[in-house]
């Protein structure tokens, strides 16, 4: 996929901090409940600490107890893009920003049956917030 935003692999090592660029470019996940973002019940936007693309409203988050903020739909279409993940023996869907390709997290098929029914399971450190 072409990603509007693309820079060398040593830009990303300077840009973000080392568990950033571990999550965010080396498809990583940050340990369950210690994500600042997991109990934020502040209203915001959540963008990419990658490249600031809107990702997901404070409207769609919803505790889910897995120990990673929970999102039942995104933004906006087109602002994440969701992708096969055969990795750790498993089949899942790698949700990544769809402005700069960086890995949020994945996306699972058991989140609230009244709205997508969708639970997009987002690492913390992927992500800044925009208090409204």
């Known amino acids: 996929m072409a990603y509007k935003v693309t820079k060398e692999d040593a830009e990303w090592r300077k840009e973000l901090t080392p568990e950033q660029y571990r999550v965010l470019r080396q498809q990583a996940t940050e ?3 210690t994500g600042k973002y997991v109990h934020n019940k502040e209203s915001g936007v959540y963008t990419c600490a990658a490249c ?3 990702l997901f409203s404070s409207d769609t988050k919803f505790e889910s107890g897995t120990g990673w903020p929970s999102f039942w739909d ?3 279409q087109g602002h994440v893009d969701v992708k096969r993940d055969f990795s750790h023996g498993m089949i899942r869907e790698e949700v990544v920003c769809g402005n700069c390709g960086s ?3 994945h996306v699972f098929n058991d989140g609230p049956r009244d709205t997508t ?3 997009y399971c987002i690492n913390s450190v992927s992500l800044n917030f925009e208090k409204k």
């Open 31 to 33: 340990r369950p409940f």
């Open 52 to 54: 600031g693309n809107p």
């Open 74 to 76: 995104v933004i906006e």
């Open 103 to 105: 890995h949020l997290g």
């Open 117 to 119: 029914g969708l639970r």
